[in-house]
């Protein structure tokens, strides 16, 4: 999985295609991903303490991390990543178009 929690990512199919979010978590074994902000479903709460007279909330429902791309911090553009190893063996996120590298010290 290329994306990382805190990434922005930019959306690419569905209702919420070309928003962008922050990841706010990754579902890792559904290969699905949480971004603040999209993706957003109706919520319907019960009675509780929290919602004495029952809810209706809105929150964000996971994506599939297909479905979305990594926006770039340098060049702020769609991109896929390559991983890089420098001269002393961390292995790198690089922005495959302006070749900044995004985080280092990875798997
Ligand atoms: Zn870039």
Redo the contacts with the bound molecule.
């Keep these: 999985m290329q994306v990382r929690k805190n990434d922005t990512v930019l959306v690419m199919t569905g209702d919420d295609r070309g928003k962008t979010g922050r990841v706010m978590r990754i579902l890792t074994k559904t290969d699905r991903v949480l971004v603040q902000g999209v993706n957003m479903v109706f919520k319907h709460m019960k009675r509780s303490m929290d919602y004495p007279h029952g809810a209706r909330i809105q929150r964000e429902a996971p994506l599939a991390v297909g479905n979305v791309m990594l926006v770039?911090p340098?060049?702020s553009?769609a991109?896929r990543v390559a991983m890089v190893t420098g001269a002393d063996g961390r292995h790198s996120r690089t922005?495959k178009?302006?070749k900044?590298a995004i985080t280092v010290g990875e798997e």
């Design positions: 770039c340098a060049c553009k991109t922005c178009k302006c900044q």
